[in-house]
């Protein structure tokens, strides 16, 4: 089964790009620079930060639904960062190198299932999960901080 993983819209943050520090707090945003790759992945173009460039660090929500799953947590995301990323059929590095959480969901956006694996297992794990109908679509986590890592879905 054919999938597609997808960045986070930029168009979601830009308006925070450039802000003053002053500013960013008052959206509970923080400016970090990368010091280290891997470390600080964005959430639009799915790739770890270059050492020295800067971040947003933001509180994200991911599954702004009305149901007993809704959620929001911190992401990166690069400032100036360009066009949403998108994968298909194949698994971003910044995803393929960590340990990810994987949760299911269907179209009422209940979830359906979840596991834990390695980054490097992600795609049996995504064919598993997208063979169920049941299933509509998939969140990555990183499994050690929580944080949204991207959504994927049947291409």
Same mark, same amino acid.
């Given at each position: 089964?054919?999938?597609?993983?997808?960045?986070?819209?930029?168009?979601?943050?830009?308006?925070?790009?450039? %802000?003053?520090?002053?500013? %960013?707090?008052?959206?509970?945003?923080?400016?970090?620079?990368?010091?280290?790759?891997?470390?600080?992945?964005?959430?639009?173009?799915?790739?770890?930060?270059?050492?020295?460039?800067?971040?947003?660090?933001?509180?994200?929500?991911? %599954?702004?639904?009305?149901?007993?799953?809704?959620?929001?947590?911190?992401?990166?995301?690069?400032?100036?960062?360009?066009?949403?990323?998108?994968?298909?059929?194949?698994?971003?590095?910044?995803?393929?190198?960590?340990?990810?959480?994987?949760?299911?969901?269907?179209?009422?956006?209940?979830?359906?299932?979840?596991?834990?694996?390695?980054?490097?297992?992600?795609?049996?794990?995504?064919?598993?999960?997208?063979?169920?109908?049941?299933?509509?679509?998939?969140?990555?986590?990183?499994?050690?901080?929580?944080?949204?890592?991207?959504?994927?879905?049947?291409?």
């Amino acid at each position: 089964m054919s999938y597609r993983i997808s960045g986070l819209p930029r168009d979601r943050f830009a308006h925070l790009f450039g %802000l003053s520090d002053d500013a %960013l707090a008052a959206y509970g945003a923080v400016r970090m620079t990368a010091t280290a790759k891997p470390g600080y992945p964005c959430r639009v173009t799915l790739e770890a930060a270059e050492p020295g460039e800067n971040l947003l660090l933001l509180n994200y929500e991911h %599954l702004p639904e009305e149901t007993p799953y809704r959620s929001r947590h911190a992401i990166f995301v690069r400032e100036g960062a360009g066009d949403a990323a998108e994968f298909t059929g194949a698994v971003p590095e910044q995803l393929a190198i960590r340990l990810l959480s994987v949760r299911a969901y269907d179209a009422q956006h209940m979830m359906t299932d979840a596991d834990v694996v390695e980054g490097a297992e992600l795609e049996p794990l995504i064919a598993r999960f997208l063979a169920d109908p049941a299933v509509d679509y998939l969140h990555v986590h990183n499994a050690r901080r929580g944080c949204f890592a991207a959504r994927v879905d049947r291409a």
